[in-house]
């Protein structure tokens, strides 16, 4: 099937407002294309992600990122100077056992969105057209180009934007875009060859306790894989909330758990490591079923991947490294090989 000329205005359909999604989606828009975001949940983000509570918040997904790439640091410098982000100087530890290591805080910094780490999901869909609480249930294509099949939140329909989609980009979970690119079989392959590890989160609200002696920690456990006070951020209320993330294989074993039950779990697990015994009144547990790429995978040579013929490409912090740049970088490069595939095809 041959796709018909493009317009002078091109077109894209992007299916998640992560931080890989928006990214790309940010980039074409700047580019001068129409474009819409549609999101299955409330708000951007993905999972650099906060959740409220009547006793503060709670950063449950992305916990912080650190800046490599010089591009990605211009746009953490804007963030910066719009008091979107800011440095986490924590006392970082590695805890094995009843021993806690401090962990070198100068060797790279720590930065956190404010005043919470969904601060970066709103700052990077800022101007883009996004749709909220809309599940796209299937993408199929056509000569007149993509159309999408959806299930969203009652709402005033979408106007001014076209029934048929130029060009479609994933960047939600590979699974998920896997099973959406499902009429470009060779791609939809490529994308699900990249598999991704569940993780459970802990949120719990203790009552005044005496300090541990640290705000962080990579935990030694085969339960516990990392725990964080949160009012150890800049610009979150002050408390004794934490935020303890269970490891790959715990959450891989107790999947399908009531989140009642891994909850209690999680937090007997915390309480033994951290030595902390105040009572907790408020105790939750999140399942994030697609936390981050399996470790064994290797970083994609264009941290994207794209089939131009269909018009279809697929981004997200699964192209490589899992970290919050992995992915804006993935949305960016992704961006960039499409432009070039539109220009080319003029």
């Not at 490529?190 to 993780?199: H, I, K, L, S």
Request: proline share 8%; glycine share 8%; net charge positive.
């Amino acid at each position: 099937m041959n796709p018909p000329p493009l317009a002078s205005s091109p077109s894209a359909a992007v299916i998640g407002a992560g931080i890989a999604g928006l990214a790309c989606a940010r980039a074409l828009a700047d580019a001068g294309w129409r474009v819409r975001v549609f999101e299955k949940s409330r708000g951007p983000g993905g999972r650099s992600a906060t959740r409220r509570s009547d006793s503060g918040s709670f950063d449950h997904g992305a916990q912080y990122f650190t800046v490599r790439d010089a591009t990605f640091g211009r746009t953490v410098a804007a963030w910066a100077a719009d008091a979107v982000v800011a440095p986490w100087s924590a006392r970082v530890v590695s805890l094995e056992g009843s021993r806690a290591t401090p962990i070198d805080a100068a060797a790279r910094e720590r930065q956190v969105g404010v005043p919470g780490m969904s601060a970066l999901g709103r700052a990077l869909s800022r101007g883009l057209d996004l749709a909220f609480e809309c599940t796209i249930v299937r993408a199929a294509r056509d000569p007149a180009g993509w159309r999408l099949d959806a299930a969203c939140a009652p709402g005033p329909a979408p106007r001014g934007l076209p029934e048929r989609w130029d060009w479609l980009v994933c960047a939600a979970p590979s699974p998920q875009s896997a099973a959406l690119l499902a009429e470009v079989p060779s791609l939809a392959a490529d994308v699900a060859a990249r598999t991704m590890v569940p993780c459970w989160a802990l949120m719990v609200d203790f009552q005044p306790h005496p300090d541990t002696g640290w705000d962080a920690a990579f935990v030694d456990d085969p339960r516990v894989a990392w725990a964080a006070r949160e009012a150890s951020r800049p610009g979150r209320p002050p408390g004794f909330r934490w935020v303890v993330h269970a490891t790959s294989a715990w959450s891989r074993d107790h999947l399908e758990d009531d989140p009642a039950h891994a909850a209690t779990r999680l937090l007997e697990a915390f309480r033994e490591r951290s030595g902390i015994t105040a009572p907790a009144p408020a105790v939750r547990a999140h399942r994030w079923r697609y936390a981050r790429p399996d470790d064994a995978l290797p970083t994609l040579p264009e941290r994207s991947l794209l089939d131009a013929a269909a018009r279809a490409g697929a981004c997200g912090d699964w192209a490589g490294g899992g970290r919050i740049e992995d992915a804006w970088l993935s949305g960016r490069a992704l961006a960039a090989r499409v432009l070039d595939a539109a220009n080319a095809g003029r």
